[in-house]
């Protein structure tokens, strides 16, 4: 039997998007399958309440329930250090393998490296936040290097509504971004079905556009030791 490679993903709990795409990329690849650990996320604002949502505590206890099914490496597929400020993932990482012993990675800190390898620092933003927490986001990405020249938001806060935006609003939130010419589109929230849509976007607007369930696949993959550009026809990210 060849050798089993098991992702292992942080998913907010009312994420209906995240499982089933990351899933879909992963088809091709018979040797690897993802796995997936909840903890409680219904709102995503500046209330305390909200923010007190991604303290530490319940990270680490759905990673070590991960860490029993011998994961390669240990994802958190969430945006919240767009808001919350980068540093944040940077701590949890660090704080997961610390804990279990198992490499971590997230959607934002891989967003991040992608666009430094590819030298981009000019990016287009769509995102169904809040007009405040995209704003902590813009900041928070310039404080990286990253310059939004432009962006589209939905103003919406329920977690769960988040999935329930349909492809052709996406696309044409997309398509309003890529009027902007940035060097590249970020679809940033991992609840919105955004993923399928890229590949035919990209040949469309001739724009890279990296969403965030694809980005944290591409990094979990690299550090598991399989090469990301075997995942074909989820957009330019895959292919080297």
């Known amino acids: 039997m060849a050798q089993r490679i098991l992702l292992g993903m942080l998913t907010p709990s009312s994420n209906t998007v995240l499982e089933p795409v990351t899933s879909a990329m992963l088809f091709n690849l018979s040797e690897v399958s993802a796995h997936f650990g909840r903890f409680p996320v219904t709102e ?3 209330r305390q309440e909200a923010l007190n949502q991604f ?3 319940p990270f680490l206890d759905a990673a070590r329930l991960l860490a029993d099914a011998k994961v390669s ?7 919240s250090a767009g808001w919350l ?4 993932d940077r701590q949890l990482c660090h704080q997961i393998t610390t ?3 198992i490499p971590a990675t997230t959607s934002v800190l891989a967003i991040a490296e992608i666009l430094r390898r590819k030298q981009m620092t000019q990016v287009g933003l769509v995102t169904p936040y809040l007009s405040d927490v995209q704003e902590r986001i813009l900041v928070n990405f310039a404080d990286e290097g990253f310059h939004c020249v432009s962006e ?13 935006v349909a492809a052709d609003k996406l696309a044409s939130l997309i398509r309003a971004v890529a009027a902007d010419q940035p060097q590249v589109i970020l679809t940033f929230c991992t609840n919105l079905c955004a993923a399928p849509l890229v590949a035919e ?6 724009i890279p556009i990296y969403d965030t369930i694809a980005a944290v696949v591409w990094k979990s993959l690299q550090v598991a030791g399989v090469n990301p550009n075997r995942v074909e026809g989820w957009g330019s990210l895959f292919a080297g």
Do not use: K, R
């Open 55 to 57: 303290n530490p505590m």
């Open 152 to 164: 589209q938001h939905l103003n919406l806060s329920n977690n769960f509504s988040f999935s329930e």
């Open 201 to 206: 976007l990209e040949q469309e607007l001739s």
């Open 99 to 101: 804990a279990t012993d």
């Open 85 to 88: 400020g980068f540093e944040t």
């Open 73 to 79: 490496v240990i994802g958190w597929s969430g945006t």
């Open 44 to 46: 995503i604002s500046l």
